[in-house]
């Protein structure tokens, strides 16, 4: 890869990190949501910087092409992103349920109490 594209990339990940740790300083994404995405765009730069690092590594994990390296694991770290988030909507599930069912005990007790004041 030629210098000029590494330092392109490079400068559009460190962009993309920087889009990341601004959501987190403001509070719009929670730093244990945005921990897999920290990583990966620190990974990518040292990819980035490093020459013919993807090429060693997909010689060295048995890959014909990095291309295909770079799918797999763009694959795997959509299915970690997907699963984390399968996670995190079945616990939210789980507490709105649980809300829903205290904010009808309480509208209960409010209207029985309504109904003694009566």
């Known amino acids: 890869m030629e210098l000029r594209l590494r330092l392109i990339l490079a400068t559009v990940i460190f962009l993309f990190l920087l889009v990341i740790i601004n959501f987190i300083r403001k509070d719009d994404i929670s730093l244990k949501y945005s921990l897999i995405w920290l990583f990966s765009g620190i990974v990518m730069i040292i990819a980035t910087m490093i020459?013919?690092?993807?090429?060693?590594?997909?010689?060295?994990?048995?890959?014909?092409?990095?291309?295909?390296?770079?799918?797999?694991?763009?694959?795997?770290?959509?299915?970690?992103?997907?699963f984390s988030f399968t996670?995190?909507?079945?616990?939210?599930?789980?507490?709105?349920?649980?809300?829903?069912?205290?904010?009808?005990?309480?509208?209960?007790?409010?209207?029985?109490?309504?109904k003694e004041k009566k």
């Open 51 to 82: 020459p013919n690092f993807l090429a060693g590594m997909s010689h060295f994990l048995g890959f014909e092409l990095v291309s295909n390296m770079i799918f797999m694991i763009a694959i795997i770290i959509l299915l970690m992103i997907c």
């Open 87 to 114: 996670i995190i909507v079945s616990r939210q599930t789980q507490k709105i349920k649980l809300l829903v069912q205290e904010l009808s005990l309480l509208k209960s007790k409010v209207e029985d109490l309504e």
